[in-house]
């Protein structure tokens, strides 16, 4: 969705606040795509501030489903989005020089915001680091790829700790003896 800000930055400096749609269907980082379970409307008031920045206001609620890092179950996870940035109009930045206070945008060209892409930069600053079904999740078995949480499987865990081989020597010293 594409707001028109031609109002906040033209001599009049008339505020918009308007509720638009969210016309995101999934949410894509690279190669992986994430679809969104549900969303609301978007609250965005834009407003004017001085020597061509605006401040951009906005509220939003989606839920993404992520994959959970241990076990790959499908997990809902719930962004409120609530945020508040200011920013400037390419043309006050050309030659500002307060370009480094200024939040770094891409989602305003011109005289349009762009919403989706707005949206897409917060949910992206708000990405969870871990994501996990639950707390106890146990994972995937490394040779079957058997969800440990749904049951054991038949795999014999054949792996030693490489910390623990110079004690396995001296257990098979003492058996030679």
């Excluded at 001085?50 to 609620?61: D, S």
Aim: negative net charge; charged residues 30%.
């Amino acid at each position: 969705m594409i707001l028109d800000l031609s109002g906040v930055l033209s001599e009049q400096h008339t505020p918009v606040d308007d509720t638009v749609s969210c016309s995101m269907e999934h949410f894509a980082v690279g190669e992986r795509v994430y679809p969104i379970l549900s969303k609301s409307d978007a609250h965005i008031a834009v407003e004017y501030v001085k020597h061509g920045r605006i401040k951009v206001e906005g509220t939003c609620r989606l839920v993404i489903e992520i994959p959970c890092d241990r076990c790959l179950k499908a997990v809902p996870v719930g962004f409120d989005l609530d945020f508040v940035r200011e920013v400037g109009s390419q043309a006050s930045e050309a030659g500002s020089d307060e370009t480094d206070e200024l939040d770094e945008n891409n989602y305003i060209d011109g005289y349009h915001l762009d919403v989706d892409r707005l949206l897409y930069n917060e949910i992206l600053v708000g990405w969870p680091m871990k994501v996990l079904c639950s707390e106890s999740c146990k994972g995937i078995c490394n040779v079957c790829g058997q969800n440990l949480n749904e049951g054991a499987c038949a795999c014999e865990d054949t792996r030693l700790d490489p910390r623990m081989s110079v004690i396995r020597d001296v257990f098979k010293n003492f058996k030679e003896v």
